[in-house]
């Protein structure tokens, strides 16, 4: 598989990923709880297969590649704390620190968007890495929440948010990756 279509499957499974845990975020759905923590659990595993690939699919040492690894071991992170009971304060703390680790990777990430020489789609790789940043945080600051005061619902509703900021962040992403990618596969035909 070329890095073009590398970067654009990698995409593709982590808004899938980010979109499915954002699902099991939702308290207002009406499913079972343990249903709720698997689509958090596959919704990581995919988003840190597809930020690994996104990652392997860099041309070069950036940012973006640097950004992607850091969300790879955030969603890492999120996995190992949902595997080992999400109840437990000890894994809690460990999510927390996994969503902490994503926001830092959507940052760095985007910063490399600034500097792109690809036109196309950068607009929306901005907006999108910089709200999948804010929902990580968001997040994080909700497991935060919710460890300092469990009688509240206040950090579940931050997380929810958070996770659905997150989603919206990494569909504008994945259209803004598939025309960045697209034009250089059409400036790499043109040479």
Not at 5 to 34: D, H, M, R, Y
Not at 88 to 99: S, V
Not at 141 to 162: C, H, M, Q, S, V
Not at 164 to 182: D, N, P, R, T, Y
């Amino acid at each position: 598989m070329n890095s073009h279509l590398k970067e654009i499957f990698g995409s593709v499974l982590s808004t899938i990923g980010t979109i499915e845990a954002a699902l099991g975020s939702t308290p207002q759905l009406p499913i079972n709880q343990q249903l709720k923590i698997d689509l958090r659990l596959q919704g990581n595993i995919l988003q840190a297969t597809g930020e690994a690939l996104s990652a392997d699919g860099q041309g070069t040492y950036s940012l973006e590649l640097i950004g992607d690894e850091v969300q790879a071991v955030g969603n890492s992170l999120v996995i190992t704390g949902i595997l080992f009971d999400p109840n437990k304060d000890l894994n809690q703390r460990i999510i927390i620190a996994g969503n902490w680790f994503q926001a830092l990777g959507s940052f760095v990430a985007l910063c490399d968007e600034f500097f792109d020489l690809t036109p196309s789609g950068r607009s929306l790789n901005i907006v999108g890495g910089f709200l999948q940043g804010i929902g990580n945080s968001m997040q994080a600051k909700g497991g935060i929440d919710a460890l300092r005061d469990k009688e509240n619902d206040t950090g579940e509703e931050f997380g929810f948010y958070g996770s659905w900021i997150q989603a919206i962040g990494a569909v504008l992403s994945l259209i803004g990756q598939i025309k960045e990618e697209l034009q250089e596969i059409a400036l790499h035909l043109n040479e």
